[in-house]
């Protein structure tokens, strides 16, 4: 991403099994190195993976398998940085597309100077445009100078669908982050070779998710910030 050294950061709480879920420029530091520092983990949450021995009980990252969905936690972090998945209330979410997705209004961020939108709600419109896949026209309409291979990595975070969005391997080597340009169709093209809508066992091995039997924790109230910008 803009700064490698963030998506690193990133990448060595998931290959701990582990979950930011407040990812944010607040939670973002440098060290003496001037290497990124993800701060603040007090939200964060061990991602369950199935159990190679009993289907019934959780491993953690450790077991090498398929990880699971969790039980939401409430909103959690910050609202403007919260994926749709979270904003709606869902009873599980994958959380490593929860923090990509907030990796994501992070990046918008530090390359635009401003949010992307209010909150990954459909009443707000540019939301709506945007996790619908169009960016690029919103961009040209606002006539923010974006490259095509930044506009094609930022809309691979915020598809509506968290299985379309990038994982961290396809982000390190997205073209934008090689300094490489885009070909015919941009980097998405042919990514996805299962079907999009179906149920989360459909899915790939790798991305393979399943929901996990446990009492629902009562849900947070959701307050709404309001800018006029993003009227």
């Not at 907030?102 to 635009?112: D, N, P, R, S, T």
């Not at 419109?125 to 690029?136: P, Q």
């Amino acid at each position: 991403m803009s700064n490698p050294s963030f998506s690193k950061a990133l990448d060595h709480y998931h290959k701990k099994g582990v979950a930011h879920m407040d990812v944010s420029l607040d939670n973002l530091v440098l060290d003496s190195k001037n290497r990124v520092v993800l701060v603040d983990p007090g939200l964060s949450l061990r991602v369950p993976h199935s159990d190679p021995c009993n289907p019934d009980c959780v491993s953690d990252v450790s077991a090498g398998t398929s990880r699971r969905l969790i039980i939401t936690q409430g909103q959690g972090g910050k609202l403007n940085y919260a994926a749709p998945e979270i904003v709606e209330k869902k009873q599980t979410v994958d959380a490593y597309a929860v923090d990509l997705w907030a990796a994501g209004v992070v990046l918008f961020i530090m390359l635009v100077g401003l949010a992307p939108f209010k909150w990954a709600n459909s009443s707000d419109k540019r939301f709506a445009k945007i996790s619908r896949g169009g960016l690029s026209e919103l961009v040209a309409a606002l006539d923010i100078p974006l490259s095509p291979e930044a506009i094609d990595l930022l809309q691979g975070f915020f598809y509506r669908d968290p299985r379309q969005r990038w994982n961290l391997a396809e982000i390190m080597q997205h073209p934008w982050v090689q300094g490489k340009q885009l070909r015919n169709g941009g980097y998405a093209a042919g990514r996805f070779s299962f079907p999009l809508q179906g149920p989360a066992k459909s899915l790939p091995a790798n991305k393979h998710l399943r929901g996990m039997p446990q009492k629902i924790q009562p849900n947070t109230h959701l307050a709404v910030p309001h800018n006029s910008y993003y009227c």
